[in-house]
């Protein structure tokens, strides 16, 4: 495999099981001859140990000295990212429905006081009250058909906010929580990249 170039560029992130032998294939995405990359694919990088707990990350200079070690004379040039995080699956304990009820109470409740201190805060009741008279020239405490078309629409707004129903999804565009979800897991893969490397 003399004067032959591999073009080798580190994936992001993967998904691995426990005592998993870790190839080229798992860790990197490839570029090169044919030939040369259906015989180097399958080369072993990593055996993930009990030890490396939940996640850990693998360095290019790893896959550099795995492609050496068997093909010594082959040209690699590195593109991208100069590491892979990978997690490690870990087994799954069954959550008991009364754990799913009490979360779903908790957060349920917590929203809505927060909602409600909300409102109280910037004296939405009042807002209402006021602008009944101002529609209809009428006092009441109780302004309903103002009032409940309004708690509606704050419904059906935070539902057209997230852009999630349960599972269903109304577009593409992500949601306000898909992108804080993006933005941790970004900000996560960088700690664990910079604890590895800070660690050896």
Do not use: C
């Amino acid at each position: 495999m003399e004067n032959q170039t591999l073009f080798v560029r580190m994936k992001p992130r993967v998904e691995a099981e426990r005592n998993q032998q870790l190839t080229l294939m798992n860790l990197v995405r490839l570029s090169g001859d044919t030939e040369v990359l259906k015989r180097i694919q399958q080369l072993p990088v990593y055996h993930i140990k009990k030890e490396d707990g939940s996640k850990l990350s693998i360095d290019v200079l790893a896959v550099i000295s795995a492609i050496r070690f068997h093909y010594p004379r082959i040209d690699i040039q590195i593109v991208g990212p100069a590491n892979t995080v990978v997690y490690i699956k870990q087994p799954q304990k069954r959550l008991k429905p009364i754990y799913i009820i009490t979360v779903w109470l908790l957060l349920f409740v917590g929203s809505a006081l927060a909602v409600m201190n909300f409102h109280e805060d910037v004296s939405m009741r009042a807002v209402h009250i006021r602008l009944y008279y101002l529609l209809t020239g009428t006092d009441t405490l109780y302004p309903l058909w103002l009032q409940i078309p309004y708690s509606i629409g704050l419904g059906i707004g935070m539902v057209l906010f997230f852009n999630h129903f349960f599972k269903k999804r109304f577009n593409d565009e992500p949601s306000p929580l898909d992108v804080e979800m993006f933005n941790y897991q970004q900000n996560l893969d960088l700690y664990v990249v910079q604890k590895d490397n800070h660690d050896h």
